[in-house]
Each structure stands twice: as structure tokens, then as C-alpha cells.
């Protein structure tokens, strides 16, 4: 930090095990990705190189290793593993994995349907080789959830060997957590919350109203999914207290002179 500010929140430090950002990168060029990390290594954890694109990416390995040599771990979006699974190439995926120096997999079901007990399979076979994320939730704004089984799906993946399971709102936030219009779905949100630890649960937030809407829920150390590049420095603000819609989150009442 530049200042010294009395009555800020306390923040995780990297390496964090919560308090996560993920950024969500849909295509950066390798001048963009090392530009990226001058202003956001300190805040972010996780890059997510967003559903298929790192199939089509020009300098694949040189962007990774700029991601790796400022501290992010970078891993494939789920979306890819599900491309690879349908094709029946998960052995091909974990190779790629491996070559690529990938160390952690996001294992997904949003976009093809998986009897859930052979996903937790893979996820139990993918900590054999990497730090597992599992998305759950689908991208099928029709395909609307209950709660109970949510609740059902996290437990059962984190008892597979999920390091954190991902909530799923998609790259615009409108499916899964989310009405259609960007509405967070509060009574889902607070039932997960009765069983599921929140340090386990990644919450994919790509809108600013929704990133708001969990600091207030959870506090500054909420793991947020999703991120924007451009909006990391802006989330990070907003995380402290350092913005509008936070500015009297943390102040002592009885303290502040206005």
C-alpha cells in the first residue's frame, strides 16, 4: 500500500489460501499478459485462461510462464476439459497438462452432462497431478438448481479432493448464481453458506454489483471469480473500503468527523 490509512480491513497476502482473485483471461496478447502483471500481481491468484481459447492462443507457453513468474497459477477453463472429455481424451488433457507445466485443472460439467459420481472420479483422478478447482452449476440459463442440491454437489466434490469448488455465473454473470438480468439469487446464496465454508467457495462475480453484493455478505477476503483484467485494481479498492459503494464499510462510526 501507498498510504497509511488507519481503519482498513486486513487483507490476505499472497500466497493466500482465501481472500482469492481470479481473473478471467478470454485472450490477452503476450504484451497485454505482461503489462497485466506490472499492476495486478499483487492482487491476483489465479488466471483462468477462459473455456477453449488456449487452443487458439498464440504463444501459449510464453504467456503462461509470464503468469507463473509473477506468482499467478494458471490453469485451462473448465470448458476445455469438458471438449477433451467428450472426446474421450482426458489422458490426452493431462498430458497437455503436464507439458504446459499446468498446476491446477478446473473440472467442470456446465456445458455437457456427467453422471456426478463419475465426476468426482475425475476430480479424485486429476489431484493426482494438480491442485483441482470444480465448477459447480450450469450454463444453461433454463437448467435453474434448488439449493439442497447445490449443497449436495460442493460437499460431495470437496470430499473428492476439489481444493475449492466454483460457483458458476458464466463470463457475464447471468446463469447459476445469477438471474438472467444479474440479480444475485440471495436465498441460494445464503443456503450454501449454512454448509459449505466460505473459504472453499469461489464465486464467480463478474459484475461489479455482484462483487459488492459478497464483500458486504462476507468481508474483504471473499474469494471473487471472473475478474476482468481491467478490473482488478478497481475490485482491490473496493475490497479495502477505497471506493463509493464501500467507503464507510470499515470505518468506526464513532470515529469519522463526518
Same mark, same amino acid.
Given at each position: 500500500m501507498n498510504f497509511n490509512l488507519s481503519q482498513m480491513p486486513i487483507r490476505t497476502t499472497t500466497p493466500r489460501t482465501y481472500g482469492l482473485t481470479m481473473v478471467m483471461d478470454k485472450g490477452l496478447s503476450l504484451s497485454e499478459a505482461k503489462n497485466f502483471t506490472e499492476i495486478a500481481t499483487p492482487y491476483v491468484d489465479l488466471v483462468k485462461l #477462459?473455456? #477453449? /481459447?488456449?487452443?487458439? /492462443?498464440?504463444? *501459449? $507457453? %510464453? $504467456? =503462461? %510462464?509470464? !503468469?507463473k513468474k509473477a506468482g499467478m497459477h494458471v490453469y485451462f477453463g473448465g470448458t476445455l476439459f469438458e471438449a477433451f472429455l467428450i472426446r474421450n481424451q482426458v489422458e490426452d488433457y493431462i498430458a497437455i497438462c503436464k507439458e504446459y507445466a499446468i498446476d491446477f485443472i478446473e473440472v467442470s460439467d456446465g456445458s455437457i452432462t456427467i453422471p456426478h459420481t463419475e465426476k468426482c472420479g475425475y476430480i479424485e483422478k486429476m489431484t493426482k497431478h494438480a491442485t483441482v478447482l470444480s465448477e459447480v452449476g450450469s450454463k444453461d440459463a433454463a437448467n435453474i438448481m434448488p439449493p439442497y442440491k447445490w449443497i449436495e454437489l460442493m460437499t460431495a466434490e470437496l470430499e473428492a479432493g476439489s481444493s475449492y469448488v =466454483?460457483? %458458476?455465473? @458464466? %463470463?457475464? #454473470?447471468?446463469? #447459476? *448464481? !445469477? @438471474?438472467d438480468s444479474g440479480e444475485v439469487r440471495q436465498g441460494l446464496v445464503n443456503e450454501i453458506l449454512t454448509q459449505i465454508p466460505e473459504e472453499k467457495i469461489i464465486w464467480e462475480a463478474p459484475q461489479k454489483a455482484q462483487q459488492l453484493y459478497f464483500l458486504n455478505l462476507i468481508g474483504c477476503n471473499v474469494n471473487l471469480g471472473n475478474i476482468a483484467p481491467s478490473e482488478v485494481i478497481p475490485l482491490e479498492a473496493m475490497r479495502i473500503g477505497l471506493r463509493g459503494d464501500t467507503f464507510r464499510l470499515y470505518l468506526d462510526k464513532d470515529k469519522a468527523i463526518y
Open positions: #477462459g473455456f #477453449g /481459447t488456449s487452443h487458439v /492462443t498464440p504463444n *501459449l $507457453k %510464453e $504467456k =503462461i %510462464e509470464v !503468469y =466454483i460457483a %458458476e455465473a @458464466r %463470463e457475464a #454473470g447471468n446463469v #447459476g *448464481l !445469477y @438471474r
